[in-house]
């Protein structure tokens, strides 16, 4: 990514910032993508991701405050970004493949990691943001070593408020476990309605990015995939 200078001659790093200094909200997926997701699974997830994106880019304001990162759960114990971060109108949802064991723990240390990279960067370059969000999506649960210890660590930065961690489960998947990572009580999606999902954090995300700076956090209405 190239830098550019201002009027003045000094570097402004990141052009999407120079060019777009709109306050900023980041959301961070972190998405299960083991074996038990292949099929129907997997086909239903990579469908809401390419409404995820089409729903963004058609709203003008959320496609240039919303920044998303995407972090793949898969292998024996690898967590991987398959989208690093980028604002909504730049985004191209990726194809997700499933594979390989359930390690929420690493995914979810890594997404503290880029969260906290993140917040580096609007502050170098002059950008404000709102509190950083991260759904967790899983059909399972954790599988790697120490999970238990990375998901506290999730649950202390929601405590200072340092982001707002949301666990969503599909079928089959252990909401006990999955509530460890969460100060909130984890969601159940109905059947394979990600598509819905999607749509419903695409809504919530611009509305947020649009509310005012000291407004409450908050969720639209999530009976269109949430297993009552």
Same mark, same amino acid.
């Given at each position: 990514?190239?830098?550019?200078?201002?009027?003045?001659?000094?570097?402004?790093?990141?052009?999407?910032?120079?060019?777009?200094?709109?306050?900023?909200?980041?959301?961070?997926?972190?998405?299960?993508?083991?074996?038990?997701?292949?099929?129907?699974?997997?086909?239903?997830?990579?469908?809401?991701?390419?409404?995820?994106?089409?729903?963004?880019?058609?709203?003008?304001?959320?496609?240039?405050?919303?920044?998303?990162? !995407? $972090?793949? *759960?898969? =292998?024996?114990?690898? %967590?991987?970004?398959?989208?690093?971060?980028?604002?909504?109108?730049?985004?191209?949802?990726?194809?997700?493949?499933?594979?390989?064991?359930?390690?929420?723990?690493?995914?979810?240390?890594?997404?503290?990691?880029?969260?906290?990279?993140?917040?580096?960067?609007?502050?170098?370059?002059?950008?404000?943001?709102?509190?950083?969000?991260?759904?967790?999506?899983?059909?399972?649960?954790?599988?790697?070593?120490?999970?238990?210890?990375?998901?506290?660590?999730?649950?202390?930065?929601?405590?200072?408020?340092?982001? !707002? $961690?949301? *666990?969503? =489960?599909?079928?089959? %998947?252990?909401?006990?476990?999955?509530?460890?990572?969460?100060?909130?009580?984890?969601?159940?999606?109905?059947?394979?309605?990600?598509?819905?999902?999607?749509?419903?954090?695409?809504?919530?995300?611009?509305?947020?990015?649009?509310?005012?700076?000291?407004?409450?956090?908050?969720?639209?209405?999530?009976?269109?995939?949430?297993?009552?």
């Amino acid at each position: 990514m190239e830098n550019q200078k201002d009027i003045s001659g000094d570097i402004i790093p990141y052009v999407e910032f120079a060019d777009n200094a709109n306050e900023r909200t980041p959301c961070v997926l972190v998405l299960d993508c083991s074996g038990s997701m292949r099929g129907e699974p997997i086909k239903q997830l990579n469908a809401g991701l390419s409404a995820l994106e089409k729903e963004l880019k058609a709203d003008i304001d959320a496609s240039s405050r919303v920044q998303l990162l !995407i $972090i793949k *759960a898969c =292998g024996k114990d690898e %967590a991987v970004v398959s989208s690093d971060w980028i604002d909504a109108m730049n985004f191209t949802a990726p194809v997700m493949e499933a594979g390989g064991l359930t390690p929420l723990g690493k995914a979810m240390e890594l997404a503290l990691q880029k969260i906290e990279e993140q917040k580096c960067l609007y502050d170098s370059c002059g950008v404000t943001f709102k509190r950083p969000w991260i759904f967790l999506i899983s059909d399972g649960e954790p599988t790697d070593y120490g999970w238990e210890q990375a998901a506290e660590k999730c649950r202390y930065a929601q405590q200072n408020k340092k982001v !707002i $961690i949301h *666990a969503v =489960g599909t079928q089959g %998947a252990n909401l006990e476990k999955l509530a460890k990572f969460s100060l909130m009580a984890p969601k159940r999606l109905t059947g394979l309605k990600f598509t819905e999902f999607f749509l419903w954090l695409s809504r919530s995300v611009s509305c947020i990015s649009k509310a005012d700076p000291h407004a409450d956090d908050f969720l639209e209405d999530i009976n269109d995939w949430n297993e009552q």
